[in-house]
């Protein structure tokens, strides 16, 4: 039967996320913070050694597709291909990252797959190597795969860790809609945004560990894109029920607010009336890599 692997695959939410050009590949070039937080898919991996490869994906939500279009088919199949080897891999993923949200869960399902393979072919590659393939699939799925918190420019590829949220915890509101992300950089290529600077701010903020300057210091263009009237109301109700500052993550629909603790953020939580509501912990590389997360959805 070959050999299985399970591993976490943690999302991630934007601190900051400005576009500062359109690559005519499609791509666009960013600066972007993104922080890992303990929610997480469960993906498992099975890889049995044949002469030839098939893929074979199963979700126990019926709305992510179990073909070629997902992100963890392509993962499996280039890493079978850079490795010079096949054989048969099953990816069974349990979704607890809310779909088309801007929470990275396409993005860290294919960057566990990435992972589990190595570790079931005997590491062939190095995590660098890893995060280099990584940026073939997906603008995020090399910083998935590297973890913690880090300022990422280019396509998402050129990565420098930085220091991350401190000790809080982030409360993440899904609406009832959710946002094509293809579609929503395209908003950008038919209306483009002049960038903003670099976040000099939100950098020197999270160096000092002040959550109260940081969460002041968030920034996502997509907002002004958008202009959905339900994130600003979502935002307002996060800071209205103690917030220190609240911003959409990716390109939406989902958005967090950052409270001191885990208490007032179950508090804000049991008050709101959202359908999808889950607390989360920031995480460090240092928690990727010994798995250690928690995530509550309510």
């Known amino acids: 039967m070959g050999e299985t692997i399970t591993l976490p695959a943690y999302a991630k939410i934007n601190l900051f996320l ?21 929610l997480y898919d469960n993906v498992t991996v099975t890889f049995e050694k ?34 010079g080897g096949s054989g048969k891999v099953i990816i069974d993923i349990e ?31 190095s995590k660098a190597e890893l995060e280099k393939m990584g940026a073939v699939l997906g603008a995020d799925v090399s910083f998935c795969i590297r973890g913690g918190c880090a300022y990422c420019k280019g396509i998402g590829e050129i990565m420098t860790d930085i220091a991350g ?4 915890s982030v409360l993440i509101i899904k609406p009832d809609f959710s946002c094509n992300t293809a579609e929503a950089y395209g908003q950008y290529d038919k209306n483009p945004i002049k960038s903003v600077s670099e976040p000099e701010k939100l950098l020197r903020a999270l160096k000092k560990g002040e959550l109260s300057e940081i969460s002041n210091s968030f920034y996502n263009i997509f907002e002004l894109l958008n202009n959905v009237q339900e994130t600003k109301a979502i935002k ?26 885990e208490d007032t953020a179950f508090n804000a ?3 709101l ?10 995480l460090t590389r240092l928690h990727t890599e010994c798995g250690a997360s928690s995530f509550k959805i309510l």
């Open 273 to 282: 009336n959202y359908r999808v509501r889950i607390v989360a912990s920031p």
């Open 236 to 261: 307002e109700a996060l800071i209205n029920s103690g917030a220190k500052g609240a911003s959409l993550t990716g390109s939406g629909s989902a958005v967090y607010g950052i409270f001191p603790n």
């Open 18 to 38: 400005d576009i500062t050009g359109a690559l005519p590949n499609g791509y666009h070039t960013l600066n972007n913070i993104m922080q890992q937080i303990g």
């Open 269 to 271: 939580a049991r008050n």
């Open 165 to 168: 949220l401190p000790l809080c």
């Open 95 to 125: 979704k607890n990252i809310p779909v088309m949200a801007g929470l990275g869960g396409s993005s860290t399902d294919g960057a566990a797959v990435l992972v589990a393979l190595n570790e079931l072919c005997g590491k062939p590659f």
């Open 50 to 83: 044949r002469s030839e490869s098939s893929f074979e994906i199963v979700c126990n939500n019926p709305l992510i597709p179990c073909d070629e279009r997902n992100i963890a088919y392509k993962a499996a199949r280039l890493f079978l291909a850079e490795c």
